[in-house]
């Protein structure tokens, strides 16, 4: 239905009217934030993701990246946006309005612009604004048309459209492979998979080619491709409209594909990072690889599929002998580091004739031992002096060069990691940072920051006993190699003649440092694997547990039950709570199933927004009662898929699990979810049909040699971690 409102023509666009609750918490939410409706003297309250999103849409509709957004391209947004009437007339009027008012600003709003622009930058990275015809808005006069309500008030829908619109420039600039700015049909037909929901046979595809081609070009340009999307949109077949949406989720295309991030961004994230992250990301950016397009035409063919997840042989072989490599390389540099102390404290004890406490010229026949040093002896201080002060200094040193060099490997190799999944961590965008950091934490032993966001608190469900407990295994963790050592050294006093034991002490800090140190790069590069196959895992397969569900297929996620969304994505919040940890991986699956299920702005901010906490696990057992059979099924699906996202399977989670399935009268097939978390751990091949078995299938037994395993594991967990 068309909306008249003065001069200008507009309309309730038809191709957003599925999604026509998913952004009405953008304006409504918007205490403290930015109201798209506001006086140009609001804009101090624009946050840096919605300067950012201003951004990204004059770059999607600045297409000739000119740094001027025409008339013509203007437009063409406006005709997508579903004006109807003259929407030519409508643009040229809206600039000249826009230019106005931008240029009538006093000072004080023109300095608020001024650090506006330095906060997000300008488009494409440009240094200064450039000179624009009278028909064309520069990066400052579009901020001026949305923040002052210029474009709301003639064109409906514009925060929701602006971000579909967004949508179509990174689906865009992913399909188009090798950057050119041409798309091509094999492109884009490689491509449309992973970009929206549902399949395509090759009638359909080719049908919805000549649609956004009609003059049957070999490629086309964005605008060529927005004036495509125009016509697929205003098109009189629905069957058409609703089958080519590109609106699907590709948090996962943002890390297999070098999408373009401005530098603003980049640097925006960055200083969020820590010093050790920030070191770890100096170390990535000397170590990136560059991809070529035969990969990147693979990759989206594999997108296309579900299958990023399942390792190929290749990357499977890769995989294992990085792994084996940073052992390696863990155990040479702990090896190292040791036996040059060791050789040090062994001449010192021989020049000086001491071990740093006795004097080892002097035997007592009577005790069978040798005499202390004489501290009240001048020359005895000496000899302590210098024996401590040169072995402490090399111990200093070298322990210092080991820890370095045990984490500069550790950090080469989890980012290599990725890059043998053909994942991208560079430039750095959201997704992108998460995974990086997640990784790089891994290699520095870093816990996460745990921070409550979307609602959900990680440390909810923790004690103060939990803390106590943690402390003190993080004492023991960081003296192991002393303990080690020490022990080692009390067994050759004990049973090896002092004379010999005198230089064979030093050598029993070897072994235990080069064994950790071996341990540790084992942890390590286990860790890095889970978190970077974790990503596409959690992804896909969540992918394809939603698209099990026969009206989510049909109607679309975001159009399903609210307390079906809702119990989908407090089992991933109530996990982390039992998990006490936000584990990244389960972090990047909880974005995603918010982003899929349009709820993701409903619940922005820590607090959880407009839609409260999410991490309440009482609320979510009761509220089980709510769903259908088939509902409760799906959700106890996406509850064990969000469970072994870490390769492990808790006490706390197991507990929860039971309780969920007791609460909706489910079978309890934790020993069939505990083999999944293993084969997962393993880089065993994982599938939604492992999921789709655990609420039908009979309940597996406990074996010996299941338990043998896991008290294996459990083995090698602690003395690593």
């Known amino acids: 239905m068309s909306k008249k409102n003065g001069d200008g023509v507009k309309m309730v666009n038809p191709m957003f009217a599925l999604q026509g609750d998913a952004l009405q918490g953008d304006v409504e939410n918007s205490a403290g934030g930015f109201n798209p409706l506001a006086e140009p003297t609001e804009k101090a309250e624009l946050q840096i993701e919605e300067l950012s999103d201003i951004r990204s849409t004059f770059e999607a509709c600045d297409s000739d990246k000119s740094g001027g957004m025409d008339q013509a391209e203007f437009t063409t947004v406006l005709r997508l946006f579903g004006v109807e009437g003259d929407a030519d007339a409508l643009s040229l009027r809206l600039i000249t309005e826009a230019k106005k008012g931008h240029s009538s600003q006093d000072k004080d709003a023109q300095a608020m612009t001024g650090r506006l622009l330095d906060q997000v930058g300008l488009p494409w990275d440009m240094d200064t604004a450039p000179p624009v015809m009278s028909n064309e808005l520069n990066f400052p006069e579009f901020m001026y048309l949305v923040s002052s309500g210029l474009i709301e008030d003639n064109v409906d829908d514009w925060t929701e459209g602006s971000f579909h619109l967004r949508l179509f420039k990174s689906g865009y600039d992913i399909a188009d492979v090798d950057g050119d700015g041409e798309l091509t049909k094999q492109e884009l037909s490689l491509a449309i998979g992973s970009l929206q929901s549902g399949s395509l046979t090759t009638e359909e595809f080719d049908q919805i080619w000549d649609v956004l081609n009609p003059a049957q070009k070999s490629f086309l340009s964005f605008t060529e491709f927005l004036e495509g999307m125009v016509n697929i949109k205003t098109s009189d077949n629905a069957i058409l409209r609703d089958k080519f949406t590109l609106t699907k989720p590709n948090q996962l295309m943002n890390l297999l594909l070098d999408t373009p991030v401005a530098a603003w961004e980049h640097t925006e994230i960055m200083s969020g990072f820590v010093a050790m992250e920030k070191f770890g990301m100096k170390v990535l950016e000397i170590r990136n690889e560059e991809m070529s397009t035969d990969v990147k035409q693979t990759l989206l063919q594999r997108a296309s599929e579900n299958s990023i997840h399942q390792l190929h042989d290749g990357q499977r072989e890769k995989l294992k002998t990085l792994h084996h490599k940073n052992v390696k390389q863990a155990f040479c540099i702990g090896f190292i580091s040791c036996f040059i102390t060791s050789c040090i404290e062994n001449v010192m004890t021989w020049k000086l004739d001491t071990d740093g406490a006795g004097d080892l010229a002097e035997w007592n026949e009577t005790t069978e031992k040798y005499n202390m040093l004489d501290h009240e002896d001048p020359l005895d201080q000496e000899r302590f002096l210098t024996f401590w002060a040169v072995n402490g200094a090399a111990l200093g040193i070298c322990t210092a060069i080991e820890i370095a060099g045990l984490y500069y490997y550790g950090i080469i190799n989890a980012v290599r990691v990725a890059n043998k999944l053909d994942m991208r961590l560079l430039p750095l965008n959201r997704v992108r940072a998460t995974v990086a950091q997640s990784l790089i934490r891994a290699a520095l032993e870093l816990g996460q920051a745990n921070e409550v966001m979307f609602g959900v608190d990680p440390l909810r469900d923790q004690s103060s006993k939990s803390q106590v407990i943690n402390g003190l295994i993080a004492v023991i963790y960081m003296a192991k190699i002393a303990l080690t050592g020490f022990m080692m050294k009390v067994l050759i006093k004990r049973f090896m003649a002092r004379g ?222």
């Not at 072994?511 to 890095?528: S, T």
């Not at 584990?583 to 619940?603: C, I, Q, R, S, W």
Request: aromatic residues 6%; positive net charge; charged residues 25%.
């Open 500 to 721: 010999g034991a005198k230089y064979a002490l030093p050598w029993m800090a070897v072994p235990a440092c080069a064994g950790w140190n071996a341990l540790v790069g084992n942890a390590i590069m286990r860790e890095a694997k889970l978190r970077a196959l974790g990503v596409a895992l959690g992804i896909e397969l969540f992918n394809e547990l939603m698209d099990s569900n026969e009206d989510m297929r049909t109607s679309g996620a975001a159009n399903s039950r609210r307390i079906l969304k809702l119990q989908i994505i407090r089992a991933i919040a109530c996990n982390i709570v039992k998990h006490r940890d936000f584990y990244p991986t389960k972090e990047v699956l909880l974005k995603h199933a918010m982003g899929y299920l349009n709820m993701l702005d409903e619940f922005k901010g820590t607090m959880g927004g407009v839609g409260g906490r999410i991490d309440v696990i009482e609320d979510f057992i009761l509220d089980m009662a709510q769903l259908t059979k088939a509902e409760q099924k799906q959700v106890i699906k996406v509850l064990c898929l969000c469970s072994i996202l870490d390769g492990r399977l808790r006490r706390r989670e197991r507990l929860f699990y039971e309780a969920t399935c007791e609460a909706c009268n489910l079978p309890n097939n934790q020993q069939r979810l505990k083999l999944i978390a293993r084969g997962f751990r393993q880089m065993e091949p994982t599938g939604a049909d492992d999921f789709n078995t655990i609420c039908d299938a009979e309940p597996l037994p406990a074996t010996l040699g299941y338990y043998c395993h896991e008290l294996k594991s459990a083995c090698m967990l602690c003395m690593a971690c």
